[in-house]
């Protein structure tokens, strides 16, 4: 074999390789933007840990659980929304913040939220809960009426926690919108970021 031949076959494989690990990259990076992350789905009971735990004579109470990563842009731009409001009449909300967020838990408590501040660990642990920025909202009977996302797109701008926590406290059903965001857990971010690639 000549040396023009096994050049070529060098940059053959050189070339396919290139472009694999370029592909395996490019899916690394964008898996964010298409793959819905997981979270309980409504209708489930809510899990009977901790974190989940409700007062006992609110049986017509509804509860919304707000879960704000303080590493993830999506769930920083979420609070931001939150923390503008007052919590909604007829609702319990709580923050479940995850990383330390001193002013957002601080304001959170003056506005009236309920505030519950977990590390990564912890928030799997205690709530089950792997992704963020999730909204989940339950009757009093502990039933999952919503659980999803904010939005009807990734980094939209039609922030429906509202709309979603009033129309449950309507007894009106409310369809779930899709979790798109950051995964917490590092069993999880090791499946939808393999190569450790996405910086928040």
Not at 6 to 11: A, L, N, R
Not at 54 to 68: C, N
Not at 157 to 186: F, H, M, N, R, W
Request: proline share 6%.
């Amino acid at each position: 074999m000549d040396r023009f031949a096994v050049t070529s076959i060098f940059q053959r494989v050189f070339f396919s390789t290139w472009v694999a690990g370029l592909l395996l990259v490019c899916a690394s990076l964008m898996v964010g933007h298409w793959v819905t992350l997981p979270h309980p789905r409504a209708g489930e009971i809510v899990p009977r840990t901790v974190g989940w735990a409700t007062p006992s004579d609110s049986e017509k109470q509804v509860f919304a659980f707000h879960f704000l990563y303080g590493d993830c842009p999506c769930s920083r731009r979420v609070l931001k929304h939150v923390l503008s409001r007052q919590p909604i009449p007829g609702a319990i909300e709580r923050i479940v913040l995850i990383g330390q967020d001193q002013q957002g838990q601080a304001d959170a408590i003056g506005l009236g939220f309920e505030v519950d501040v977990v590390t990564p660990a912890q928030l799997k642990e205690l709530y089950g809960v792997e992704s963020a920025p999730l909204l989940v909202v339950s009757d009093g009977s502990g039933t999952i009426r919503y659980s999803g996302g904010y939005t009807s797109r990734k980094q939209g701008l039609d922030i429906q926690d509202q709309t979603i926590i009033q129309k449950t406290i309507a007894d009106q059903d409310v369809e779930g919108l899709p979790l798109y965001g950051c995964a917490v857990s590092k069993s999880l971010r090791a499946i939808v970021d393999p190569l450790n690639l996405k910086e928040f």
